[in-house]
């Protein structure tokens, strides 16, 4: 069995869940590898197997002046030295074709962005890498997208998928978080995570001074939203996490502070164990006599 099969099977068996975590983009090796330390700590204490994720480059900016990180080449040598140091599986996006098979020498699982769901070119792409593909469900996507999405990864020869809510368009700066999806995507037969974190921007919700926009965030509402999730019986939690953001450059209002990360993920794990939400319902139609 080849490393991202047998990192895909440990994953989906995984009870009560596994975590997607790190800050949303890399701000210099020092900051990563820390991060990393922290959050594999928590998880490590807690008995959650742990996918280390950050960004290389975030393309998809509000604005050309915001901070995208340090590129390809760079990012990729920071990751490995953070795969190889506290022997952690790396999760981190890509946004061309072109990226993939550079990203997949380092990550073991390469993210789709939720923008970029449906692009059949770098779902195509991203499966021939063999690692394991995670799609994120489009904004302006109905649930029902997903399964087509993770076909393309199968059809490419790639059984390692999995899938993504992030929350949906409301309106032109909100996003909510429909719980009935979870359900529902499990329809693509595989894995679903919950990102807990992206579901609750709002973006280009901010207004800058001197003119511009930036998204901003209800990091308030992220155990909300948390709880819900591992209530209903989702696989995996995604979430970004940062040891000081209000200082984060990129993402600060829906990063989750480093200093809760334990107290909300004991929370989670307590909801989860004593939840029935990854069985489904059997409902009886029959007349009821009493």
């Not at 020092?30 to 480059?57: E, N, R, W, Y």
């Not at 995208?68 to 022997?87: F, M, Q, W």
Request: aromatic share 6%; proline share 6%.
């Amino acid at each position: 069995m080849d490393s991202s099969t047998a990192l895909y099977n440990q994953l989906t068996e995984t009870h009560p869940f596994f975590v997607l975590a790190g800050p949303n983009v890399i701000e210099s090796e020092q900051h990563i590898l820390q991060m990393a330390k922290q959050i594999k700590f928590v998880t490590s204490k807690l008995g959650l197997p742990l996918v280390f994720k950050s960004s290389f480059d975030k393309a998809n900016r509000t604005s050309s002046k915001s901070f995208r990180g340090p590129g390809l080449a760079e990012g990729l040598k920071i990751l490995e030295k953070v795969k190889i140091t506290y022997d952690l599986p790396i999760v981190t996006d890509v946004h061309e074709p072109s990226q993939c098979e550079a990203v997949g020498k380092v990550a073991d699982i390469i993210q789709i962005p939720a923008f970029l769901c449906r692009q059949t070119d770098l779902l195509v792409a991203a499966a021939k890498t063999d690692k394991i593909v995670n799609i994120k469900k489009g904004q302006f996507c109905a649930p029902s997208v997903m399964t087509n999405s993770a076909e393309k990864v199968r059809l490419a020869g790639n059984q390692n998928v999995m899938v993504c809510e992030r929350g949906t368009m409301f309106g032109y700066n909100d996003l909510i978080v429909d719980p009935r999806n979870f359900e529902w995507m499990r329809e693509a037969n595989c894995p679903v995570v919950a990102d807990v974190t992206h579901a609750l921007q709002q973006p280009a919700g901010k207004k800058l001074e001197g003119g511009g926009v930036a998204s901003g965030g209800l990091r308030e509402l992220i155990p909300c939203v948390a709880r819900t999730a591992v209530a209903v019986g989702v696989d995996g939690l995604f979430m970004e996490v940062h040891d000081d953001p209000l200082n984060a450059p990129v993402d600060g209002p829906t990063q989750w502070p480093l200093r809760h990360l334990e107290e909300l993920l004991e929370e989670l794990v307590a909801i989860a164990r004593v939840s029935k939400g990854k069985k489904k319902f059997k409902i009886d139609l029959t007349p009821f006599r009493g």
